[in-house]
């Protein structure tokens, strides 16, 4: 038997296959993809449109359903109806894989109370994709999706993740790249890298590195760079430096009497050090309880 037949819905039913499909290429998928999609009863899809269009390319005429965000919980029941009639399902999203950024984990964790198999098929996935043409030196990496659409939540979220110790990987919209763009700049470390990778596999796809300072006069510069679906990839943190004496006595002086963010910020104007790297000493110390 060949290696991309085994675990297919020929050999084991009432078994829930999470099929990983291309992000824009058609020919990103995998054999053992289209044996699943050919092989099941059903595909859960989120918008059955662009998947039938996906099938139809491969000539395959499985019958679809819609599974997206906004009717996971109540279509979940269905997946478990087939399934208990001894049906296999395949579950897949408009690109890349299900449940990373995408509907499928209720669905999932319902079928796996219930007691059935849920089988992976692993393809085409954005940020590893990204990842792998970043040239990103850090051994480490930590995908946080999509940000948040507000302003005051996004820019909370990137202050909790500026500690890292390891690349952050984000997915963003096209009608949301410039305000985060802009949050990172300001938020992070000037001197970070960033990595754009912009409709990943598509036709106009693009991918740039920058320091993350010059970021927001590269796409003011050309209003084709704010098109497409984003995967954005910041290098983690520089390592620190040690900061002047003076800088440090005012910032414990300040310290004694503020919380530590604004004596943090007030540091840095009066001794002209990097505001981040003040509040990372001042973390240490209250770690150390000094």
């Keep these: 038997m060949m290696e991309h037949e085994t675990h297919s819905p020929a050999n084991r039913t009432a078994a829930l296959y999470v099929v990983a499909t291309p992000l824009g290429n058609l020919g990103d998928i995998t054999l053992r993809a289209l044996d699943a999609l050919r092989g099941v009863d059903a595909v859960a899809c989120e918008d059955t449109r662009h998947t039938r269009h996906l099938l139809d390319y491969y000539q395959i005429r499985t019958p679809v359903f819609s599974l997206h965000q906004h009717n996971e ?139 993350l300072a010059d970021a927001p006069d590269w796409f003011a510069a050309d209003a084709n760079r704010q098109r497409g679906e984003f995967v954005l990839l910041v290098s983690a943190p520089p390592a620190p430096q040690e900061l002047p004496a003076d800088a440090l006595r005012i910032l414990r002086l300040l310290l004694a009497e503020l919380p530590l963010k604004l004596a943090a910020k007030l540091a840095a104007e009066i001794s002209g050090e990097h505001k981040n790297a003040l509040y990372r000493q001042a973390l240490a110390w209250k770690d150390q309880k000094l």
């Design 73 to 211: 919980a109540s279509t979940a029941q269905k997946l478990l109806t087939l399934l208990a009639e001894g049906k296999s399902v395949a579950l897949v999203s408009d690109a890349g894989t299900p449940g990373v950024s995408d509907p499928g984990a209720r669905s999932v964790a319902a079928v796996r109370s219930a007691g059935y198999p849920v089988i992976p098929l692993p393809g085409a996935n954005a940020a590893i994709a990204a990842l792998s043409v970043a040239g990103l030196a850090d051994p480490h990496f930590l995908f946080a999706g999509f940000l948040p659409p507000k302003s005051s939540a996004r820019r909370q979220q990137i202050e909790a993740l500026r500690m890292v110790s390891a690349a952050l990987v984000f997915y963003e919209a096209p009608h949301r790249i410039l305000d985060t763009i802009a949050d990172l700049a300001e938020l992070l470390e000037p001197q970070r890298t960033l990595v754009v990778a912009r409709e990943l596999t598509k036709l106009f796809e693009q991918i740039a590195a920058m320091p």
